[in-house]
Protein backbone atom coordinates (compact mmCIF):
# COMPACT_ATOMS: atom_id res chain seq x y z
CA UNK A 1 0.00 0.00 0.00
CA UNK A 2 3.00 1.91 0.60
CA UNK A 3 4.25 1.93 -2.33
CA UNK A 4 1.21 2.40 -4.36
CA UNK A 5 0.95 5.84 -2.66
CA UNK A 6 4.32 6.94 -3.78
CA UNK A 7 3.29 6.09 -6.82
CA UNK A 8 0.46 8.13 -6.78
CA UNK A 9 2.17 10.82 -5.47
CA UNK A 10 4.02 10.72 -8.39
CA UNK A 11 1.87 10.41 -10.71
CA UNK A 12 0.43 13.92 -9.22
CA UNK A 13 3.94 15.60 -9.43
CA UNK A 14 4.34 14.70 -13.29
CA UNK A 15 0.55 15.80 -13.52
CA UNK A 16 1.44 19.07 -12.14
CA UNK A 17 5.11 19.48 -14.03
CA UNK A 18 2.88 18.94 -17.65
CA UNK A 19 0.85 21.56 -15.98
CA UNK A 20 3.43 24.40 -14.99
CA UNK A 21 4.92 24.15 -18.51
CA UNK A 22 1.59 24.30 -20.08
CA UNK A 23 1.38 27.64 -18.27
CA UNK A 24 4.63 28.53 -18.73
CA UNK A 25 4.33 27.93 -22.82
CA UNK A 26 0.87 29.84 -22.89
CA UNK A 27 2.33 32.82 -20.81
CA UNK A 28 5.43 32.81 -23.62
CA UNK A 29 2.82 32.74 -26.23
CA UNK A 30 0.97 35.38 -24.49
CA UNK A 31 3.96 37.67 -24.04
CA UNK A 32 4.56 37.56 -27.78
CA UNK A 33 0.78 37.93 -28.69
CA UNK A 34 0.92 40.97 -26.44
CA UNK A 35 3.95 42.78 -28.50
CA UNK A 36 2.76 41.91 -31.74
CA UNK A 37 -1.35 42.65 -31.15
CA UNK A 38 -2.65 39.01 -32.02
CA UNK A 39 -5.91 40.10 -30.41
CA UNK A 40 -9.01 41.37 -32.09
CA UNK A 41 -12.54 42.90 -30.74
CA UNK A 42 -15.72 41.31 -31.48
CA UNK A 43 -18.56 43.21 -30.70
CA UNK A 44 -22.16 41.87 -29.61
CA UNK A 45 -25.28 44.09 -30.33
CA UNK A 46 -27.38 45.62 -27.44
CA UNK A 47 -30.99 46.41 -28.10
CA UNK A 48 -33.40 48.21 -25.76
CA UNK A 49 -36.14 46.64 -25.37
CA UNK A 50 -38.84 49.90 -25.78
CA UNK A 51 -37.70 50.75 -29.09
CA UNK A 52 -36.29 47.67 -30.47
CA UNK A 53 -33.22 49.35 -31.73
CA UNK A 54 -29.70 49.06 -31.49
CA UNK A 55 -28.16 50.97 -28.52
CA UNK A 56 -24.66 49.18 -28.31
CA UNK A 57 -22.08 46.72 -28.60
CA UNK A 58 -20.15 45.14 -25.96
CA UNK A 59 -16.57 44.71 -27.07
CA UNK A 60 -15.30 41.19 -26.52
CA UNK A 61 -11.50 40.19 -26.95
CA UNK A 62 -10.12 37.40 -28.95
CA UNK A 63 -6.74 36.17 -29.65
CA UNK A 64 -6.30 34.95 -33.15
CA UNK A 65 -3.45 32.57 -32.48
CA UNK A 66 -0.79 31.47 -35.53
CA UNK A 67 -1.55 28.02 -34.57
CA UNK A 68 -4.85 27.68 -32.54
CA UNK A 69 -6.70 30.00 -34.39
CA UNK A 70 -9.40 32.01 -32.49
CA UNK A 71 -8.63 31.41 -28.37
CA UNK A 72 -11.75 32.23 -26.21
CA UNK A 73 -10.84 35.13 -23.42
CA UNK A 74 -11.73 32.49 -20.76
CA UNK A 75 -8.29 30.66 -21.68
CA UNK A 76 -6.20 33.36 -21.17
CA UNK A 77 -7.82 36.50 -19.39
CA UNK A 78 -6.88 34.73 -16.33
CA UNK A 79 -3.07 34.28 -17.22
CA UNK A 80 -3.10 37.61 -18.35
CA UNK A 81 -4.41 39.01 -14.93
CA UNK A 82 -1.49 36.61 -12.99
CA UNK A 83 1.26 38.39 -14.73
CA UNK A 84 0.17 41.21 -15.58
CA UNK A 85 -0.42 41.27 -19.09
CA UNK A 86 -3.63 42.39 -18.63
CA UNK A 87 -2.59 45.98 -18.59
CA UNK A 88 -1.27 46.52 -21.90
CA UNK A 89 -3.94 44.35 -23.30
CA UNK A 90 -6.60 46.33 -21.27
CA UNK A 91 -5.16 49.10 -22.64
CA UNK A 92 -5.24 48.24 -26.55
CA UNK A 93 -8.76 47.29 -25.65
CA UNK A 94 -10.02 50.39 -24.83
CA UNK A 95 -8.32 52.35 -27.11
CA UNK A 96 -9.43 49.96 -30.06
CA UNK A 97 -12.94 49.81 -29.04
CA UNK A 98 -13.03 53.76 -28.52
CA UNK A 99 -11.54 54.24 -32.07
CA UNK A 100 -14.12 51.85 -33.80
CA UNK A 101 -17.49 53.24 -31.25
CA UNK A 102 -15.98 57.03 -32.71
CA UNK A 103 -17.45 55.27 -36.60
CA UNK A 104 -20.65 54.47 -35.44
CA UNK A 105 -23.64 57.31 -34.93
CA UNK A 106 -23.70 59.23 -31.88
CA UNK A 107 -26.59 57.57 -30.02
CA UNK A 108 -24.47 54.18 -30.16
CA UNK A 109 -22.26 53.17 -27.26
CA UNK A 110 -19.26 50.61 -27.07
CA UNK A 111 -19.11 48.56 -23.24
CA UNK A 112 -15.50 47.44 -22.36
CA UNK A 113 -14.57 44.61 -19.67
CA UNK A 114 -12.20 45.98 -16.82
CA UNK A 115 -10.57 43.10 -15.24
CA UNK A 116 -10.36 43.98 -11.23
CA UNK A 117 -6.31 43.71 -11.99
CA UNK A 118 -6.91 47.00 -13.80
CA UNK A 119 -8.87 48.69 -11.35
CA UNK A 120 -6.07 48.09 -9.16
CA UNK A 121 -3.61 50.51 -10.73
CA UNK A 122 -4.30 54.18 -11.42
CA UNK A 123 -2.91 53.31 -14.59
CA UNK A 124 -6.49 52.78 -15.72
CA UNK A 125 -7.93 56.46 -15.17
CA UNK A 126 -4.76 57.37 -17.62
CA UNK A 127 -5.51 54.77 -20.17
CA UNK A 128 -9.53 56.08 -20.56
CA UNK A 129 -8.57 59.29 -20.67
CA UNK A 130 -6.28 58.89 -23.61
CA UNK A 131 -8.64 55.94 -24.97
CA UNK A 132 -11.30 58.84 -25.03
CA UNK A 133 -8.93 61.86 -26.56
CA UNK A 134 -7.33 60.05 -28.69
CA UNK A 135 -10.64 58.80 -30.60
CA UNK A 136 -12.32 61.67 -29.93
CA UNK A 137 -15.23 59.36 -28.46
CA UNK A 138 -17.45 61.71 -26.38
CA UNK A 139 -17.44 59.90 -22.77
CA UNK A 140 -20.91 58.92 -22.22
CA UNK A 141 -20.51 56.81 -25.47
CA UNK A 142 -18.30 54.49 -23.62
CA UNK A 143 -19.70 52.13 -20.96
CA UNK A 144 -17.22 50.29 -18.43
CA UNK A 145 -18.09 46.74 -17.05
CA UNK A 146 -16.70 45.74 -14.13
CA UNK A 147 -17.72 42.78 -11.61
CA UNK A 148 -18.33 42.65 -8.12
CA UNK A 149 -15.05 41.31 -7.54
CA UNK A 150 -13.62 45.28 -8.31
CA UNK A 151 -15.92 46.35 -5.08
CA UNK A 152 -14.99 43.61 -2.84
CA UNK A 153 -12.06 45.21 -2.47
CA UNK A 154 -13.43 47.74 -1.36
CA UNK A 155 -10.91 50.11 -1.07
CA UNK A 156 -11.38 53.97 -0.64
CA UNK A 157 -9.07 54.03 -3.78
CA UNK A 158 -11.38 52.21 -6.03
CA UNK A 159 -14.50 54.35 -4.39
CA UNK A 160 -12.51 57.20 -5.20
CA UNK A 161 -11.58 55.42 -8.90
CA UNK A 162 -14.95 54.83 -10.06
CA UNK A 163 -16.15 58.59 -9.15
CA UNK A 164 -13.00 60.08 -11.17
CA UNK A 165 -14.66 57.86 -14.22
CA UNK A 166 -17.99 58.63 -13.56
CA UNK A 167 -17.09 62.67 -13.32
CA UNK A 168 -15.47 62.20 -16.66
CA UNK A 169 -18.48 61.27 -17.82
CA UNK A 170 -17.98 57.45 -18.74
CA UNK A 171 -20.69 54.84 -17.86
CA UNK A 172 -20.43 52.13 -15.40
CA UNK A 173 -22.15 48.90 -15.61
CA UNK A 174 -21.78 46.17 -12.88
CA UNK A 175 -21.65 42.74 -14.99
CA UNK A 176 -22.22 39.52 -13.80
CA UNK A 177 -24.79 40.56 -11.72
CA UNK A 178 -25.96 38.22 -8.92
CA UNK A 179 -22.99 35.81 -9.08
CA UNK A 180 -21.25 37.46 -6.53
CA UNK A 181 -21.62 38.27 -2.89
CA UNK A 182 -23.83 40.13 -1.09
CA UNK A 183 -24.13 42.32 -4.46
CA UNK A 184 -27.50 44.53 -3.14
CA UNK A 185 -24.77 46.40 -0.63
CA UNK A 186 -22.67 47.60 -3.23
CA UNK A 187 -25.42 49.78 -5.27
CA UNK A 188 -25.28 51.74 -2.27
CA UNK A 189 -22.18 52.23 -2.21
CA UNK A 190 -22.08 53.21 -5.69
CA UNK A 191 -24.17 54.66 -8.82
CA UNK A 192 -24.06 52.74 -11.26
CA UNK A 193 -25.78 53.00 -14.64
CA UNK A 194 -26.62 50.11 -15.52
CA UNK A 195 -26.73 46.27 -13.98
CA UNK A 196 -26.45 43.50 -16.21
CA UNK A 197 -28.12 40.50 -14.83
CA UNK A 198 -25.87 36.89 -15.24
CA UNK A 199 -26.93 34.59 -17.65
CA UNK A 200 -27.17 32.03 -15.26
CA UNK A 201 -30.23 33.48 -13.80
CA UNK A 202 -31.58 34.38 -17.51
CA UNK A 203 -31.15 30.65 -18.41
CA UNK A 204 -33.58 29.71 -15.04
CA UNK A 205 -36.10 32.27 -16.20
CA UNK A 206 -38.67 30.52 -17.88
CA UNK A 207 -37.82 27.02 -15.37
CA UNK A 208 -37.42 27.80 -12.19
CA UNK A 209 -39.04 30.00 -10.23
CA UNK A 210 -36.00 31.34 -7.90
CA UNK A 211 -34.38 32.77 -10.59
CA UNK A 212 -37.73 34.45 -11.63
CA UNK A 213 -38.08 35.62 -8.40
CA UNK A 214 -34.55 36.65 -8.39
CA UNK A 215 -34.96 38.79 -11.73
CA UNK A 216 -37.58 40.21 -10.66
CA UNK A 217 -36.32 41.66 -7.29
CA UNK A 218 -33.81 42.92 -9.51
CA UNK A 219 -35.39 44.94 -12.16
CA UNK A 220 -37.85 46.39 -9.71
CA UNK A 221 -35.13 47.53 -7.62
CA UNK A 222 -32.92 49.26 -10.41
CA UNK A 223 -36.31 50.53 -11.72
CA UNK A 224 -37.18 52.33 -8.31
CA UNK A 225 -33.29 53.62 -8.37
CA UNK A 226 -33.18 54.82 -12.02
CA UNK A 227 -30.67 52.03 -13.13
CA UNK A 228 -31.18 50.44 -16.63
CA UNK A 229 -30.70 46.34 -16.64
CA UNK A 230 -29.57 44.48 -19.20
CA UNK A 231 -30.24 41.04 -19.59
CA UNK A 232 -27.39 38.90 -20.58
CA UNK A 233 -27.43 35.55 -22.66
CA UNK A 234 -31.05 35.40 -23.84
CA UNK A 235 -30.91 32.50 -26.12
CA UNK A 236 -34.80 31.77 -26.60
CA UNK A 237 -38.22 33.65 -27.97
CA UNK A 238 -39.51 32.51 -24.61
CA UNK A 239 -36.87 33.84 -22.18
CA UNK A 240 -37.24 37.07 -24.43
CA UNK A 241 -40.50 38.05 -23.75
CA UNK A 242 -40.39 37.10 -20.55
CA UNK A 243 -37.03 39.76 -19.69
CA UNK A 244 -39.40 42.16 -21.71
CA UNK A 245 -42.34 41.51 -19.25
CA UNK A 246 -40.11 41.46 -16.02
CA UNK A 247 -39.11 44.88 -17.16
CA UNK A 248 -35.67 44.41 -18.29
CA UNK A 249 -34.44 47.51 -19.84
CA UNK A 250 -31.75 46.34 -22.69
CA UNK A 251 -30.71 43.00 -24.26
CA UNK A 252 -27.92 41.30 -25.16
CA UNK A 253 -27.29 37.40 -26.39
CA UNK A 254 -27.53 34.90 -28.72
CA UNK A 255 -30.92 34.86 -29.64
CA UNK A 256 -30.17 39.20 -30.87
CA UNK A 257 -27.27 38.84 -32.00
CA UNK A 258 -23.91 36.87 -31.50
CA UNK A 259 -20.50 38.84 -31.14
CA UNK A 260 -19.34 40.02 -34.34
CA UNK A 261 -16.68 41.31 -36.20
CA UNK A 262 -16.04 45.29 -36.42
CA UNK A 263 -17.51 45.48 -40.02
CA UNK A 264 -20.69 43.15 -39.32
CA UNK A 265 -21.27 45.57 -36.49
CA UNK A 266 -21.17 48.30 -38.85
CA UNK A 267 -23.58 46.42 -41.46
CA UNK A 268 -25.74 45.84 -38.91
CA UNK A 269 -26.18 49.57 -37.47
CA UNK A 270 -26.43 50.42 -41.66
CA UNK A 271 -29.30 48.07 -42.07
CA UNK A 272 -30.57 48.16 -38.63
CA UNK A 273 -32.57 45.24 -37.15
CA UNK A 274 -34.88 45.64 -34.25
CA UNK A 275 -35.94 43.09 -31.75
P1 LIG B 1 -18.83 38.59 -20.04
O1 LIG B 1 -18.29 39.96 -19.83
O2 LIG B 1 -19.92 38.15 -19.14
O3 LIG B 1 -19.26 38.54 -21.56
C1 LIG B 1 -20.36 37.83 -22.05
C2 LIG B 1 -19.96 36.47 -22.54
O4 LIG B 1 -21.13 35.71 -22.78
C3 LIG B 1 -19.21 36.51 -23.87
O5 LIG B 1 -18.29 35.41 -23.88
C4 LIG B 1 -20.34 36.27 -24.86
O6 LIG B 1 -19.90 35.73 -26.11
C5 LIG B 1 -21.17 35.28 -24.12
N1 LIG B 1 -22.57 35.28 -24.52
C6 LIG B 1 -23.31 36.32 -24.96
N2 LIG B 1 -24.58 35.95 -25.22
C7 LIG B 1 -24.66 34.63 -24.96
C8 LIG B 1 -25.72 33.65 -25.07
O7 LIG B 1 -26.85 33.93 -25.44
N3 LIG B 1 -25.40 32.38 -24.69
C9 LIG B 1 -24.16 32.02 -24.27
N4 LIG B 1 -23.93 30.76 -23.96
N5 LIG B 1 -23.14 32.93 -24.16
C10 LIG B 1 -23.38 34.20 -24.50
P2 LIG B 1 -16.77 35.59 -24.29
O8 LIG B 1 -16.65 36.58 -25.39
O9 LIG B 1 -16.19 34.23 -24.46
O10 LIG B 1 -16.14 36.27 -23.01
C11 LIG B 1 -16.05 35.58 -21.80
C12 LIG B 1 -15.59 36.50 -20.69
O11 LIG B 1 -14.25 36.95 -20.92
C13 LIG B 1 -16.41 37.78 -20.59
O12 LIG B 1 -17.63 37.51 -19.93
C14 LIG B 1 -15.47 38.65 -19.81
O13 LIG B 1 -15.53 38.33 -18.44
C15 LIG B 1 -14.11 38.21 -20.35
N6 LIG B 1 -13.67 39.20 -21.34
C16 LIG B 1 -13.98 39.30 -22.66
N7 LIG B 1 -13.35 40.34 -23.24
C17 LIG B 1 -12.62 40.93 -22.26
C18 LIG B 1 -11.75 42.08 -22.21
O14 LIG B 1 -11.53 42.82 -23.19
N8 LIG B 1 -11.16 42.36 -21.00
C19 LIG B 1 -11.40 41.62 -19.89
N9 LIG B 1 -10.79 41.95 -18.73
N10 LIG B 1 -12.23 40.54 -19.89
C20 LIG B 1 -12.82 40.20 -21.06
CA1 LIG C 1 -19.13 41.93 -19.75
CA1 LIG D 1 -21.53 39.38 -18.18
CA1 LIG E 1 -18.86 36.67 -17.10
Known sequence: AKG?????????????DARMQARRALEVDLRRATEQHEFELYYQPQFNLGTGSVTGFEALLRWRHPDR???????????????????????????????EAAKWPSTVTVAVNLSPVQFRSAHVLRAVVSALSDSGLPAHRLELEITESVLLMETESTLALLNQLHILGVRISMDDFGTGYSSLGYLQKFRFDKIKIDREFIKGICEDEKSLAIIKA??????????????????????????????????QGFLTGRPMAARDAMALLQAPSRV
Request: charged share 20%; hydrophobic share 45%.
Open 4 to 16: DGRGLFRFFESEM
Open 218 to 251: VTGLSASMGIATTAEGVETQAQLSRVKAEGCTEV
Open 69 to 99: GLVSPAEFIPLAEETGLILPIGEWVLAKACA
